[in-house]
């Protein structure tokens, strides 16, 4: 059974840094993507991050490019979010998800498991 677990989400103030952790168990993930999704309240989920686990290809959001930094730890099955410069508007419930391609994709129904979120709120 695959398993996503998110950690690392907490208040902060603008300006600020954050490291998001999620942790993948349950399969071999070399063949999948994966991603970091973010919700706000009221809001449509939006792609925030995506790496393929086998060859390290990213892919951002045009709203975090040159603030947040994806990567990957193979030997721990972990995926990072590296959060900097974080501003009030990146408040929301991020996600952690995978999905079985070697291409790097955007869209949330390209994405076959999701993780339970955590949450990321940024004080102005």
């Known amino acids: 059974q695959v398993q996503l677990v998110e950690s690392g989400g907490g208040l902060v103030q603008a300006g600020d840094s954050l490291r998001l952790s999620c942790a993948a168990s349950?399969?071999?993930?070399?063949?999948?993507?994966m991603g970091w999704f973010r919700q706000a309240p009221g809001k449509e989920r939006e792609f925030v991050a995506a790496?393929?686990?086998?060859?390290?290809?990213?892919d951002y959001a045009d709203s975090v490019k040159g603030r947040f930094t994806i990567s990957r730890d193979n030997a721990k099955n972990t995926v990072y979010l590296q959060m900097n410069s974080l501003k009030p508007v990146d408040t929301a419930v991020y996600s952690c998800?995978?999905?079985?391609?070697?291409?790097?994709?955007?869209?949330?129904?390209?994405?076959?498991?999701w993780g339970q979120g955590t949450q990321v709120t940024v004080s102005s």
């Open positions: 790496i393929s686990w086998r060859t390290g290809s990213t």
């Open positions: 349950g399969r071999t993930f070399s063949n999948y993507i």
């Open positions: 998800a995978a999905g079985r391609t070697v291409v790097v994709v955007n869209r949330p129904y390209e994405y076959d498991y």
